[in-house]
Nanobody, 124 residues
Framework: QLQLVESGGGLVQPGGSLRLSCAAS????????IGWFRQAPGKEREGISA????????YYADSVKGRFAISRDNAKNTVYLQMNRLKPEDTAVYYC?????????????????WGQGTQVTVSS
């Protein structure tokens, strides 16, 4: 079965850290650019970070720049999102997705694989 599975979400206090993982099964993650998206209740989906297939390019939304870091381990077929200095406004369901195209120009609805999401809640 071809799928992406996110893990690592949970409840954390403001200022804390979490590391999300996005594991691929049934296909080679290294053949795809990977992005992280999030959606909070009542808000639109937001693309927050992405990494190219070769790991030479990455993207961060202004809302997470300087706090989040994306990385990939193609040998483990996994991409990570290290989230530091978390804020209550980071609370959302976080999704990873894969595209064989360019992560800057491929519309999110055209990305080939999506995970089911993992909940991140930042609250005291």
């Amino acid at each position: 079965q071809l799928q992406l599975v996110e893990s690592g979400g949970g409840l954390v206090q403001p200022g804390g850290s979490l590391r999300l993982s996005c594991a691929a099964s049934g296909f080679t993650l290294g053949d795809y650019a990977i992005g992280w998206f999030r959606q909070a209740p009542g808000k639109e989906r937001e693309g927050i970070s992405a990494i190219s297939r070769t790991d030479r390019r990455s993207y961060y939304a202004d809302s997470v720049k300087g706090r989040f870091a994306i990385s990939r381990d193609n040998a483990k077929n996994t991409v990570y999102l290290q989230m530091n200095r978390l804020k209550p406004e980071d609370t959302a369901v976080y999704y990873c997705a894969a595209t064989s195209g360019d992560f800057y120009t491929t519309p999110p609805d055209d990305w080939k694989f999506w995970g089911q999401g993992t909940q991140v809640t930042v609250s005291s």
